[in-house]
């Protein structure tokens, strides 16, 4: 079996049975622990937030809307996010969710799901394995022609060197060089095997638990690992497509020509909302929906930018910084080149701090290329609005003394 990083709990299966997608009715008596607190109703209201979002959609283009439920900084929210914008020469599109519902939301556009396809599609995987009333590490056939060619990610790596693709007595040489390969040895540069003579004993045919792909695509970003769960696990696009709608959420079609990844689109709203209803879902294996948030928090496109800029904003002050113990963060970052002329990043994140939850969604696009790196100016962005987002928070949303 391919073994997972330290943190994640080798436990066994706690299914619901449920037949459908359709959301389990929550058992009101039901003490499960969630995080710091137990679930014992919704921590996000998305019901509420729905309710205001209608409100607004109704009386301006949402796509151009600025509000906040915090009425007396609202001002002051609009000029710093105004003055970042013309700062990095950008446009912005924020959502945050709450226990109340809406709290802020800017310019709702969608976007290309990017590298963030690796959520909706775990999200809609371990729901399957509640209704199946499968393990949580049930495992999938796969066969090494399900890679198509791709030998360079993360999980195909992971089964080479712990020489998981070759039978008894056999291993795998990883080698930069042209030199001559033993016969019962395999070699892999790049994408490339070479000396086929020699790949005889390779195993095509092999199993891979779901847990391990959702991991793959979540923490590591392995595109093939996501590819695997949503055309050897689900039953494809369309299946992800029902998933959503069952949740609220219409994908937005894109270039079908495209890879997955830019296919689709969803506005920071919807991105929001379905992150809520993961935090929301109890009807998921505990152990599934803990991996999943362990994989985004400790995710190495998850280190830095957003994240860093949300606890600047908690030691910038004094009166939180012996808080700071108490605050977690569950983010995913995703940086893209739109053209030659525009950059464009995005960020979803559930964060939690004195038992109080948040879902925040961030789109930045039409980012000017400047004398900086493709990815320094929006990871530079990503933090500053980090630390103006919860610093609106903190302002107004938060408990000053426990």
């Known amino acids: 079996m391919l073994s997972l990083k330290v943190f994640m709990m080798l436990l066994g299966s706690l299914s619901l049975g449920i037949s459908s997608y359709a959301a389990a009715a929550p058992d009101p008596d039901l003490e499960r622990p969630c995080f710091n607190q137990p679930c014992k109703g919704d921590l996000i209201d998305i019901k509420h937030a729905d309710s205001t979002y209608a409100k607004l959609s109704a009386i301006e283009d949402v796509e151009s809307v600025f509000y906040t439920a915090d009425v007396r900084h609202s001002q002051a929210l609009r000029a710093h996010i105004s003055s970042l914008e013309n700062y990095f020469l950008s446009k912005t599109s924020i959502s945050v969710l709450d226990k109340h519902g809406l709290l802020v939301m800017t310019n709702n556009s969608s976007f290309a799901l ?116 949503l055309y050897k696990f689900l039953d494809g696009e369309n299946d992800l497509e029902q998933f959503l709608k069952s949740k609220g959420v219409t994908l937005k079609h894109l270039d079908s020509s495209k890879s997955l990844a830019y296919r689709y689109a969803l506005s920071t709203y919807d991105n929001a909302k379905l992150l809520s209803s993961l935090i929301n879902d109890r009807s998921l294996q505990i152990e599934l929906k803990d991996m999943m948030l362990q994989a985004m928090r400790f995710a190495p496109r998850s280190q830095g930018a957003f994240s860093e800029g949300i606890k600047r904003a908690l030691t910038h002050r004094v009166d939180m910084q012996e808080k700071f113990g108490d605050l977690k963060i569950f983010d995913l970052n995703c940086t893209q080149k739109d053209s030659e002329h525009s950059i464009s990043a995005s960020s979803l994140a559930y964060i939690e701090f004195l038992g109080e939850p948040y879902i925040i969604s961030i789109h930045i696009y039409k980012i000017a290329p400047s004398h900086k790196s493709s990815e320094q100016v929006p990871q530079e962005l990503l933090d500053k609005l980090g630390f103006m987002l919860f610093d609106h928070i903190l302002k107004d949303h938060l408990p000053t003394k426990t």
């Open 114 to 229: 990017a590298n963030l396809m690796s959520f909706y599609v775990s999200y809609a995987a371990a729901s399957k394995i509640r209704d199946e009333s499968l393990a949580y590490n049930h495992k999938i056939k796969v066969n090494i022609t399900d890679f198509n060619g791709d030998y360079s990610g993360p999980l195909f790596q992971a089964l080479v060197q712990s020489n998981f693709l070759l039978g008894p007595d056999e291993s795998v040489q990883v080698v930069n060089s042209d030199e001559p390969v033993p016969n019962h040895k395999a070699r892999l540069i790049g994408n490339d095997w070479l000396n086929t003579s020699a790949t005889k004993n390779i195993v095509t045919d092999f199993e891979i638990p779901l847990s391990d792909l959702m991991y793959y695509g979540l923490n590591e970003g392995d595109a093939t690992a996501t590819s695997l769960l």
